[in-house]
């Protein structure tokens, strides 16, 4: 009688198992901030790799996000939502003690979303007054 053994886990998915649930809030709150004020962020990666003016750059972001701003915002609330869901359905798995609490998640990534936002809000608008 011989027993197979499962498939090794990849390096990858062991390190995503293996940090702690506060982390993940924090990662997922910083990126749904990222995806929310990216419509200005882009303008300046794009002076700082010298494809373009400042001037064009900051034209670019005012144009962007008085025109598209609730695209993006939208785009950030959408991305903290799914993650969320994607990670309460993997801890379903999990032991009733070992889930992590949703509401404190959800305040967790709130809060970093919104202080990520204002924080590239704030860099970004000084940068803009700066360039023009």
């Given at each position: 009688?011989?027993?197979?053994?499962?498939?090794?886990?990849?390096?990858?998915?062991?390190?995503?198992?293996?940090?702690?649930?506060?982390?993940?809030?924090?990662?997922?709150?910083?990126?749904?901030?990222?995806?929310?004020?990216?419509?200005?962020v882009?303008?300046?990666?794009?002076?700082?790799?010298?494809?373009?003016?400042?001037?064009?750059?900051?034209?670019?972001?005012?144009?962007?996000?008085?025109?598209?701003?609730?695209?993006?915002?939208?785009?950030?609330?959408?991305?903290?939502a799914?993650?969320?869901?994607?990670?309460?359905?993997?801890?379903?798995?999990?032991?009733?003690?070992?889930?992590?609490?949703?509401?404190?998640?959800?305040?967790?990534?709130?809060?970093?979303?919104?202080?990520?936002?204002?924080?590239?809000?704030?860099?970004?608008?000084?940068?803009?007054?700066?360039?023009?």
């Open positions: 009688m011989s027993f197979v053994s499962a498939p090794e886990r990849s390096h990858r998915e062991r390190l995503r198992d293996e940090r702690p649930p506060r982390q993940r809030s924090v990662s997922i709150g910083a990126l749904a901030g990222l995806v929310g004020i990216s419509c200005c882009y303008p300046i990666v794009l002076v700082l790799l010298g494809l373009s003016t400042a001037v064009a750059a900051v034209d670019l972001g005012n144009r962007l996000f008085n025109e598209w701003g609730w695209a993006f915002k939208s785009a950030g609330v959408a991305f903290a799914t993650a969320i869901v994607m990670h309460r359905r993997r801890a379903k798995a999990c032991a009733i003690d070992a889930r992590p609490n949703l509401w404190r998640r959800l305040a967790v990534v709130a809060a970093i979303g919104v202080a990520t936002y204002s924080g590239l809000y704030w860099l970004t608008t000084w940068l803009g007054n700066t360039a023009s």
